[in-house]
């Protein structure tokens, strides 16, 4: 059973900055891709962004060049640095990992909280 451990989380002012962490208890070398999603109360969740094994990056449109994912293999963790911030960036963020194997876990969740 693959835990991932998200941080980072909390409470910050339109314009601000936070990154997040999501550290994996699996060499990431078994990891085939990594990202973050993210759900709004009433929201669907949606993907923000997302890294592959060879470091490709996909984002969603609406935090393309705010926001910057990147992974650590030596520390089994991927992150998201996430600046200019927006009160709809207002979300719990969830880690995604996708194995090579093909299995899917997902993390607890972080909140992030952007006020105006």
């Known amino acids: 059973q693959v835990q991932l451990v998200e941080s980072g ?42 890294i592959t094994s060879t470091g490709s990056t996909n984002y969603a449109d609406s935090v393309k060049g705010r926001f910057t994912i990147s992974r650590d293999n030596a ?13 709809e960036d207002t979300a719990v963020y969830y880690c995604n990992v996708g194995l090579r194997s093909g299995s899917v876990y997902w993390g607890k969740g972080t909140l992030v909280t952007v006020s105006s």
Request: charged content about 15%; some cysteine; overall charge positive.
């Open 9 to 50: 989380g909390g409470l910050v002012q339109a314009g601000g900055s936070l990154r997040l962490s999501c550290a994996a208890s699996l060499s990431m070398f078994g990891i085939d891709a990594m990202g973050w999603y993210r759900q709004a109360p009433g929201n669907e969740r949606e993907l923000v962004a997302v």
């Open 75 to 87: 520390k089994n963790t991927v992150y998201v640095q996430m600046d200019s911030l927006k009160p």
